[in-house]
Antibody, heavy 119, light 106 residues
Framework: EIQLQESGPGLVKPSQSLSLTCSVT?????????WSWIRKFPGNKMEWMGYISYSGSTNYNPSLKSRISITRDTSKNQFFLQLNSVTTEDTATYYCARSIHTMGITDYWGQGVMVTVSS | DTVLTQSPALAVSPGERVTISCRASESVSTLMHWYQQKPGQQPTLLIY???NLESGVPARFSGSGSGTDFTLTIDPVEADDTATYYC?????????FGGGTKLELK
């Protein structure tokens, strides 16, 4: 069974960087699919942030392009989110997920991790 | 960005038929997908490519539409269907989500 699990700090100070890890079990991230980060803000708005593909290419939401980086460690079957210069508006629940390449269908999601940006 | 507009909330009685709409600000062909999110849980895929039922999802759920207008139908609604339902398009970059429709059971 495919499982994704997010981990990382639940509290980040404004202007610092947010760093999260997604650990994948049951599927090798280099075998196929896009490996995505999606966030849900308080009030229910959801935003697709970007993905790293099975081949290692990346695609980011232009609204975040100057601040976001998605990387991976294939030896650990993990991928990572780094979001720089965070503000309180980045407070959200962050999900890692698997999406079907080119069709953007997200078929597996992690449980999500709540990140609060506050001093 | 492609804006997806959903009604914020609906209230129905068990056994009834409910339709949840999603209107796109520009054509998304049939690259529209629907997700269910129950409180405290992650979203789960219900319908992909507008009308295809994800494996394991009850046949009470169905989807239709193309272009700019899409519908998720639940018939009949059960108490366990209490959740927020999101549409999401992947035809235009960046991928975008609707604001969600909260379904409550009377």
């Amino acid at each position: 069974e495919i499982q994704l699990q997010e981990s990382g700090p639940g509290l980040v100070k404004p202007s610092q960087s947010l760093s999260l890890t997604c650990s994948v079990t049951g599927y090798t991230i280099t075998s196929g699919y896009d490996w995505s980060w999606i966030r849900k803000f308080p009030g229910n708005k959801m935003e697709w942030m970007g993905y790293i593909s099975y081949s290692g290419s990346t695609n980011y939401n232009p609204s975040l392009k100057s601040r976001i980086s998605i990387t991976r460690d294939t030896s650990k079957n993990q991928f990572f989110l780094q979001l720089n210069s965070v503000t309180t508006e980045d407070t959200a629940t962050y999900y890692c997920a698997r999406s079907i390449h080119t069709m953007g269908i997200t078929d597996y999601w992690g449980q999500g991790v709540m990140v609060t940006v506050s001093s | 960005d492609t804006v997806l507009t959903q009604s914020p909330a609906l209230a129905v009685s068990p056994g009834e038929r409910v339709t949840i709409s999603c209107r796109a600000s520009e054509s998304v062909s049939t690259l529209m997908h629907w997700y269910q999110q129950k409180p405290g849980q992650q979203p789960t895929l219900l319908i992909y490519l507008a009308s295809n039922l994800e494996s394991g999802v009850p046949a009470r759920f169905s989807g239709s539409g193309s272009g700019t207008d899409f519908t998720l139908t639940i018939d009949p609604v059960e108490a366990d269907d209490t959740a927020t339902y999101y549409c999401q398009q992947s035809w235009n970059d960046p991928r975008t989500f609707g604001g969600g429709t909260k379904l409550e059971l009377k």
